[in-house]
């Protein structure tokens, strides 16, 4: 069983940060490709970010210079700061997690989504 547990979000007045974590945990040997997808009222999924193993990265256009997109190999944790947020940014966020659980078996799990409200 692997879980991905978000933390962060919340609300927060445009132009301000505010900082995502997601955290797996179980039966993982390694996580490949983490990504931060959004997801707001009446809109698809949206890929906002991702980041491989190796730490290479890539942004939606929307966010590119704006948010920034890290992993912790060791702790199986990703992390999206974003700053210079505006109220199109509205959405559930989600972690996404691509890899290998100790099995040897694929896995792809979903965190649990974290809201992230920008006022104007």
């Known amino acids: 069983q692997v879980q991905l547990v978000e933390s962060g979000g919340g609300f927060v007045q445009a132009g301000g940060s505010l900082r995502l974590s997601c955290r797996a945990a179980?039966?993982?040997?390694?996580?490949?490709?983490w990504g931060w997808y959004r997801q707001a009222p009446g809109k698809e999924r949206e890929l906002v970010a991702s980041i491989s193993s190796g730490g290479t990265t890539n942004y939606a256009d929307s966010v590119k210079g704006r948010f920034t997109i890290s992993r912790d190999n060791a702790e199986n944790i990703v992390a999206l700061q974003m700053n210079s947020l505006k109220p199109e940014d509205t959405a559930v966020y989600y972690c996404n997690g691509q890899g290998f659980g100790d099995t040897g078996r694929r896995i792809s799990n979903w965190g649990q989504g974290t809201q992230v409200t920008v006022s104007s």
């Open positions: 179980g039966s993982i040997y390694s996580i490949v490709v």
